[in-house]
């Protein structure tokens, strides 16, 4: 998507970023997940009803200062919205990122609302960081015999999946590092929260964006673990989980 046309007259103006509405959503966003935090508050401040259908959003440059991020990252998020269908970039004195109307189609919405419904999403997200930096700190202070090789193979897998098959070989890799981590109870407890993961990750869109950002942090885990290094390990994957969290709380708030 091209750059949204900045400034522009009293005509077609969306929320006043001078009262301050979006600025009680928006705020500096962490370095390490960028365009997935990005991407979940520009989400919040369409489901809060901030910017109304019809609307601008905040100009690109209102908004990458707010949050603290290149316009660059910033167009690839609202890229995303209008690939969703969510709001539309026009050209002109005027032009800027317009809300669309929500059109979500009631057999989605239902199915998104049973699932929702059937778990505790952020209890969810919490229990997989824990387990997740867990794994990762004790692969790294011991792995079996053939532990590295599993590794890479797994971590190969994912570079090489096709979309359609990533989130596959993206769950293997991921069961791969609880399993090695030497806890059969925690493999176990990793192998059920991440059904429950999967489950609500199946009603958010693949990105191609947060795919790459996944990828290298699944190669920084890995470095990590091969080095030994648990404390590096443990932080590469906290940060990794909160980017998957990120991206859910937008999608599913």
Do not use: W
């Amino acid at each position: 998507m091209t750059g949204a046309a900045e400034g522009g007259g009293a005509a077609g103006r969306g929320a006043d970023t001078a009262t301050g509405r979006p600025a009680s959503v928006l705020r500096p966003v962490r370095a390490g997940n960028g365009f997935e935090e990005a991407l979940e508050q520009i989400l919040q401040l369409l489901r809060l009803g901030l910017v109304a259908p019809g609307e601008r959003l905040p100009s690109e440059r209102e908004l990458s200062q707010q949050l603290r991020i290149s316009r660059v990252t910033l167009r690839e998020a609202l890229k995303v919205l209008q690939d969703q269908g969510m709001v539309e970039s026009r050209r002109g004195r005027y032009g800027g990122t317009f809300v669309l109307p929500r059109t979500a189609t009631p057999d989605a919405g239902d199915e998104l609302r049973r699932r929702i419904a059937a778990v505790d999403v952020e209890d969810t997200l919490r229990f997989r960081e824990v387990l997740e930096a867990g794994a990762a700190g004790l692969c790294a202070e011991g792995l079996p015999e053939d532990g590295e090789r599993r590794l890479r193979v797994a971590l190969d897998a994912t570079r090489g999946a096709r979309l359609e098959d990533y989130r596959r070989q993206d769950t293997l890799l991921h069961l791969t590092l609880a399993e090695l981590s030497g806890s059969r109870a925690l493999a176990a407890q990793y192998a059920a929260v991440r059904a429950t993961l999967n489950e609500l990750l199946d009603c958010i869109p693949l990105l191609v964006r947060n795919l790459e950002h996944s990828q290298q942090q699944h190669a920084a885990v890995v470095e990590a673990v091969l080095d030994r290094d648990a404390d590096a390990a443990r932080e590469m994957m906290r940060e990794h989980c909160g980017g998957t969290a990120a991206l859910l709380r937008g999608f599913l708030a």
